[in-house]
């Protein structure tokens, strides 16, 4: 007498299940990631064609024509972040000036 074997097709459900779940989503993935080199690409371009190096900070002093002096700094660094400069004491200059982008 021969055993009936009835989880086989529920186990060859879930494999095509699990086969057609990585087929759909690894494709939009590769898609994306090659849209995003893309537009790596892109903005690589035009921050080299608008001189930007992301070393702005170590010729701020040859820029200044002079040493920063930290405790100066320290101080301008404190009220940037302040809500004192605020006028209802509610806001900083940090709240619409990134220190790194101006
Ligand atoms: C509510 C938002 C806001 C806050 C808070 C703010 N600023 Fe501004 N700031 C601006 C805007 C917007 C401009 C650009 C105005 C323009 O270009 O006409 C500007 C321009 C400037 C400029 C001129 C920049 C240039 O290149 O000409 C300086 C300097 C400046 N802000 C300093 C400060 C300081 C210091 C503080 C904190 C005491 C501060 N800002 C807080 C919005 C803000």
Do not use: Y
């Amino acid at each position: 007498m021969r055993r009936k074997i009835d989880w086989l097709p529920g186990l060859t459900s879930l494999v095509c299940l699990v086969l057609v779940s990585i087929i759909l989503t690894t494709r939009p993935v590769q898609a994306t990631l090659l849209e995003h080199n893309q537009l790596d690409q892109e903005l690589t371009a035009v921050l080299r064609e608008a001189g930007f190096t992301g070393r702005i900070e170590a010729s701020l002093e040859s820029r200044l024509g002079r040493k920063i002096n930290p405790k100066l700094a320290d101080i301008g660094r404190l009220l940037w972040f302040d809500t004192i400069t605020g006028l209802n004491d509610d806001n900083t200059c940090a709240g619409c000036h990134s220190p790194t982008a101006g």
